[in-house]
């Protein structure tokens, strides 16, 4: 069984101030780990992913996340936000060959002018 | 225009009625998923379809049916029988990978459904 923990439900912070979203996961088997996106009413965009090698994982919007195996982490970063960065993030992980993807409870994160 | 389309965008449902939620996808995804997403809970899985006519129950499938009769089509019915359904249900697809690779799971828009 696969579980995601989001530590932080909201994340307040400045516009063009660095920040940090902090996501857990908890798996028996090797897993693939996902960041995603989603703004008011829509759908989710996928932010990033780890499938396997660099643990530093780049990817849109000037976000990344490093995946550390020995803590089970793959936490979200970005150096300087944006007011558009508004919006509520998603870690998920999948260790299935279906591909289930499990989610974490999100963090709504709030930048602010 | 390639993606993943889902409607209504707003679905009303009233007492003892069964409604039906559409995604389509041109992707030629094998794969499809629903999830549904409440306030502070994350997404979770109803179902899911790894090819035509065949799905399973995900992790809440109860309340819910669903049919795979061709590739690009993955229609939810929410039944009678799903006793709190106001969410916002998320349709998702995949593609086949090559060599085992994972691929990446695409999200429509989203149908919210409310009930009267």
């Known amino acids: 069984a696969q579980s995601v923990t989001q530590l932080d439900s909201q994340v307040p912070v400045f516009e063009e101030a660095p920040v940090e979203l902090r996501c857990n996961y908890s798996s028996s088997v090797s897993v693939y780990l996902f960041w995603y996106v989603q703004y008011p009413n829509q759908g989710l965009q996928l932010l990033l992913k780890?499938?396997?090698?660099?643990?530093l994982v780049k990817g849109i919007n000037g976000f990344e996340a490093e995946f550390n195996k020995s803590q089970t982490s793959f936490h979200l970063r970005k150096p300087s936000v944006h007011i558009s960065d508004t919006a509520e993030y998603f870690c998920a992980v999948s260790g299935t060959s279906y591909g289930k993807l499990t989610f974490g409870q999100g963090t709504i994160l709030t930048v602010h002018p | 225009d390639g993606g993943i389309t889902q409607s209504p965008k707003y679905l009303f449902r009233k007492e003892g009625q069964n409604v039906t939620l559409s995604c389509e996808q041109n992707?030629?995804?094998?794969?499809m998923y629903w999830y549904r997403q409440d306030p502070g809970q994350g997404l979770r899985l109803i179902y899911y379809s790894q090819i035509v006519n065949d799905f399973q129950k995900g992790d809440i499938a109860e309340g819910y049916s669903v049919s795979r009769e061709k590739k690009e089509s993955f229609p939810l019915t929410v039944t009678s029988a799903q006793k709190n359904p106001t969410a916002f249900y998320l349709c998702?697809?995949?593609?086949?990978?090559?060599?085992?690779?994972?691929?990446?799971?695409?999200f429509g828009p989203g149908t919210r459904l409310l009930v009267l």
């Open positions: 780890y499938l396997s090698g660099s643990t």
């Open positions: 998702a697809s995949r593609g086949q990978g090559l060599g085992g690779v994972l691929e990446t799971q695409y």
């Open positions: 992707l030629n995804h094998d794969a």
